[in-house]
């Protein structure tokens, strides 16, 4: 059953990755979805496969971190396709020199812009749209990070994610009242592209036991399918074979 025929998804991030398959997951159960990222190729082989399966795909190419142009974005949206019922807010990027030893002021910057300003400029751009009809769910993509401090993730990225986590709530402490629903996503760790810039390369075999950029896609269509009386306000989803506790495990030894 399409139970999302009539639905607009905006997803973002979505050339890869979680916002790659979230696309996927949506647009499979009848939404009309609009790609957005950074790089127009990854986003028209991601709108070809979905045509390609029946479904229906827009691809609009925009920086995040540029506000201006999420506006655009999201002005197109309503003139074009005349709602946005569901936004996912998956851009993000972490760097390679994360650690405060090699942290630099243009490393915080790509950080800051690529994850948190990010994440508030899809917010500012669809909240006009989502309270005129009253109607609206967002799904942000944090990380474990949002909510745990660890070093391995980095300082930048850490403080980014949980101020995620914190923006998530704020708007569904202000926007409930508008039919608006928030829901952020904490991942653990996920195979996806942002794992080539972990400063140690991980094995194939360590990979294979992570959270599949699939599994995040399942989550998505979950959401994105729970009655509008109901919000998901937060979400952890992680690996069985979680690396974290096992090492936890190891120091008590």
Request: glycine share 10%; proline share 4%; with cysteine.
């Amino acid at each position: 059953m399409a139970q999302l025929t009539g639905k607009v998804a905006w997803v973002t991030g979505a050339g890869t990755g979680i916002g790659e398959a979230g696309a996927h997951a949506l647009a499979e159960l009848g939404a009309t979805v609009v790609l957005t990222g950074r790089t127009a190729s990854k986003l028209e082989a991601v709108a070809q496969a979905i045509a390609a399966k029946g479904g229906t795909a827009h691809v609009k190419p925009v920086d995040m971190a540029d506000g201006a142009a999420v506006q655009a974005a999201a002005d197109w949206i309503k003139a074009t396709l005349g709602r946005l019922d569901i936004l996912v807010n998956n851009a993000g990027l972490n760097i390679e020199g994360r650690a405060w030893a090699r942290l630099t002021a243009a490393g915080v910057k790509e950080v800051v812009d690529g994850n948190l300003m990010s994440a508030f400029n899809g917010v500012v751009a669809v909240l006009p749209i989502m309270r005129e009809q009253q109607d609206g769910l967002m799904i942000h993509t944090a990380s474990m990070a949002g909510r745990f401090v660890s070093s391995l993730s980095g300082p930048a990225y850490t403080a980014c994610k949980h101020g995620v986590v914190a923006m998530s709530h704020s708007i569904n402490m202000e926007e409930c009242g508008h039919g608006i629903r928030s829901t952020v996503m904490c991942p653990g760790e996920v195979r996806t592209p942002i794992m080539d810039k972990r400063p140690n390369k991980l094995s194939e075999e360590a990979l294979a036991k992570m959270v599949q950029p699939e599994d995040c896609g399942r989550l998505i269509a979950f959401i994105a399918t729970t009655p509008a009386h109901v919000c998901l306000n937060e979400v952890l989803i992680t690996p069985t074979h979680n690396r974290t506790y096992l090492a936890g495990q190891q120091r008590k030894l």
